[in-house]
């Protein structure tokens, strides 16, 4: 059975460098001062989606993210791992979303992109922890959801058999077409990138990365405009708020009920050290200070 699979990515800030400057003023990240990663449970996403490309020949995969122009290096690492072709949500409108308003925008690009049998994504992104995007985007397009997926094991017959991890172990389930499946970083890791593919996409950009690069004349990169004619692969599809047909009101932050009224940056410092036993009188002693200096409860 040929399928059609969607697999929803995020390129997310690298956590393991948060600095002063990774929160803006109203409260949203800045994406700009952070370096840039795939979220690590999309690349397990991604892995089962190709899989399933394997296992059902005919089979295509697509990468979905929403972000600014530079959000195109999530689909060329996709391509670059086999994935067929990709989408970039990018537009203004969609700045500041929470997970509502991002929810928002991803169904109404599967919508726009159509007959679409599976979408598959990561349990959750690094950046937010919140683990609602795929559900919320199952809830608004009407379809049957399957979470905290470790591999998907088949798709016949109109359904897909998934193991899923439970609490106290783990449990294999069938889901009609079309499913949402969000996938735990337990899954297996996605493949490495291969040489060949990389070297076919390594210059495919959309049309705003493209606008924001260096002019060549002004010792920039070598121009290579000429490419997108004679190969139009290396052009990725970018829709706007517009393009997907898209209330305004729901994109961005005028979609998003969530708003963070106040950030603060804490730094741990050992002023001090103590020396304890492991007495019920220093334990007791450790307790109560932790509370009063309310760094616990």
């Known amino acids: 059975m040929a399928l059609k699979i969607v697999v929803l990515a995020k390129q997310v800030p690298d956590t393991r460098n948060v600095g002063k400057d990774a929160m803006t003023a109203e409260g949203t990240v800045n994406r700009a001062a952070l370096p840039a990663i795939f979220n690590p449970e999309d690349l397990n996403a991604l892995e089962q989606a190709l899989r399933l490309k394997e296992q059902n020949p005919g089979s295509t995969v697509g990468i979905l993210t929403m972000g600014p122009p530079r959000a195109g290096e999530i689909i060329r690492q996709g391509l670059y791992r086999g994935a067929d072709t990709g989408w970039l949500l ?14 928002y925008a991803l169904a109404t690009a599967i919508k726009k992109i159509g007959d679409v049998d599976i979408v598959i994504g990561g349990r959750q992104a690094i950046d937010g922890d919140t683990a ?22 088949s798709v016949d017959g109109g359904f897909a058999t998934i193991k899923r991890v439970i609490d106290g172990g783990v449990e294999t389930v069938k889901a009609p077409l079309p499913v949402v499946i969000t996938v735990n970083g337990s899954a297996a890791p996605c493949r490495p990138q291969n040489a060949k ?3 076919k996409y390594k210059r495919a950009t959309c049309p705003m990365e493209r606008t924001a690069s260096p002019n060549p ?18 052009t990725l599809n970018q829709w706007s708020v517009a393009d997907v047909d898209g209330d305004v009101q729901q994109c961005g932050l ?8 106040a950030i603060k940056n804490i730094v741990f410092q050992a002023k001090e050290s103590k020396t304890l036993t492991a007495s019920d009188a220093d334990v007791e002693g450790m307790i109560k200070e932790l509370l009063e200096e309310k760094i616990i409860g």
């Open 90 to 103: 990018t537009d203004r409108l969609f700045a500041g979303a929470d997970t509502l308003a991002t929810s």
């Open 217 to 234: 004349s002004e010792g920039g990169e070598k121009d290579y405009s000429y490419l997108y004619e004679e190969r139009p692969y290396l």
């Open 254 to 261: 005028n979609g998003s009920p969530t708003k963070v009224k």
């Open 132 to 153: 609602q995007v795929g559900p919320q985007v199952a809830q608004k397009l009407g379809l049957n959801q399957v979470t905290y997926a470790e591999e998907v094991l």
């Open 197 to 199: 593919l990389v070297m």
